[in-house]
């Protein structure tokens, strides 16, 4: 981890000074700074990275292009780009998917703007670390006064044959009066021979009036440590819809925030999640209304199988100020095992009055008189519990606005019952 390291890179990548400077500014932050706080999840002793900047080769494990959708794109594995699809009509409007340092070409004004502007570099240690070592990223900006039918996708993979640390840097842009649809897809390929880690940061930028309707699944490797965050930041009359599955395998801290900066603004959470194996996966969602009549809702199902272990942490804060806010949540998990570990800690900050508030949290086992219920009607034990399960994340999933997104969701939790 030396400063040359990271001006050497920099420098190979022909980044702009600003972007080198905020390199090594971060760098100067990182013994400096403690672990991000996560209640109820001890992962101070986890490896996030050894503070090495590279980038991957060309790898065998690209993903079979026939079945993807023909919306518009962007697909890397590692730190290659191998696929960008973009219509010239969006391209004509002024609409940017691309890498991140083809961005920098093209609108470098813009990502200076922007850049760390939801994530501050100094916030924490994982923070810090990021912003002086991510690798790769990629970029959504659409002008303003733009919609965009389509839902755009970006799909990442981590090529699990490789040795290279998976930081990437992901910045969303939403102009003023924009709206549209974003699907994001983590994924591992290949087969894992060794330890990784990931530090992976997500930024989106929701300029005033603007919509976003932003849905992830998340399906990174068993070997893999992971950092995942995802920040919004919302001016006035701006909404963030956030539909997140996490179905990892591996150990995760996920940090997801939204800064409700502007009057009017909105962020709608709703976070699915599912443990295995001996898995930790730690989710913390926070949603700050800084502006008067901001609207911050949070809704969070999970549920753990075999040694699993899952944490969700609700938090919504109102500052002084932020009169007409309204901060609801909801955490409940299921646990499937009895060897499986579970927290769900609801937190509520209000420092205003004149706002609405409250929150529920509950962890609890299949009800036996559901399953016995569904096996007298024929059922088998198997087919009974994933009904129940479909059932208890229902609530959650129901109201993912994308039916393709739904049904890749319960499919990806029927593999991990499956592997069982």
Do not use: C
């Amino acid at each position: 981890m030396t400063k040359e390291a990271i001006i050497n890179f920099s420098q190979l990548k022909a980044e702009p000074a600003w972007l080198q400077d905020r390199r090594l500014a971060a760098f100067e932050k990182i013994d400096q700074l403690k672990l991000p706080k996560i209640e109820k999840v001890r992962f101070n002793r986890w490896n996030f990275g050894d503070g090495s900047l590279a980038e991957n080769e060309a790898t065998a494990n690209v993903p079979d292009f026939t079945a993807l959708s023909q919306n518009p794109k962007l697909v890397q594995v590692g730190t290659q780009t191998i696929l960008e699809q973009l219509s010239p009509e969006l391209i004509e409007k002024g609409v940017i998917f691309t890498d991140f340092a083809s961005a920098l070409e093209t609108i470098p004004d813009v990502l200076e703007a922007n850049f760390a502007k939801a994530l501050a570099y100094d916030e924490d240690k994982l923070a810090a670390y990021h912003y002086a070592y991510f690798n790769t990223g990629a970029v959504l900006y659409v002008p303003d006064n733009i919609e965009i039918a389509q839902p755009l996708e970006g799909v990442f993979y981590q090529d699990s044959d490789s040795d290279v640390p998976f930081n990437k840097h992901v910045l969303v842009i939403a102009g003023r009066n924009s709206k549209f649809s974003y699907l994001e897809r983590f994924e591992s390929i290949g087969q894992a021979s060794s330890k990784a880690t990931a530090n992976i940061s997500v930024e989106v930028i929701a300029g005033a009036g603007s919509q976003v309707k932003f849905s992830a699944i998340d399906r990174l490797g068993q070997n893999l440590t992971t950092y995942m965050s995802r920040r919004g930041r919302l001016e006035r009359d701006a909404s963030i819809d956030w539909a997140l599955g996490v179905m990892n395998e591996g150990n995760v801290i996920g940090d997801f925030d939204s800064d409700l900066i502007g009057d009017g603004s909105h962020a709608d959470f709703k976070v699915v999640a599912a443990s295995s194996g001996r898995q930790v996966q730690g989710i913390d969602t926070r949603v700050t209304n800084y502006g008067r009549n901001s609207v911050g809702h949070i809704l969070q199902h999970g549920v753990i199988l075999e040694k699993g272990t899952l944490t969700f942490n609700g938090i919504g804060h109102i500052v002084k100020g932020a009169k007409g806010a309204d901060a609801q949540q909801e955490s409940r998990v299921l646990m499937l095992s009895d060897k499986a570990r579970s927290d769900a800690n609801p937190i509520l900050l209000i420092d205003e009055n004149d706002v609405t508030a409250g929150h529920a949290a509950s962890i609890g086992q299949v009800d036996p008189d559901d399953m016995y219920y569904l096996m007298s009607r024929g059922l088998k034990y198997e087919e009974a519990e994933r009904l129940v399960i479909l059932g208890f994340l229902g609530a959650v999933i129901t109201e993912i606005p994308s039916k393709n997104v739904r049904d890749e969701m319960i499919a990806v939790l029927d593999h991990k019952l499956d592997q069982r």
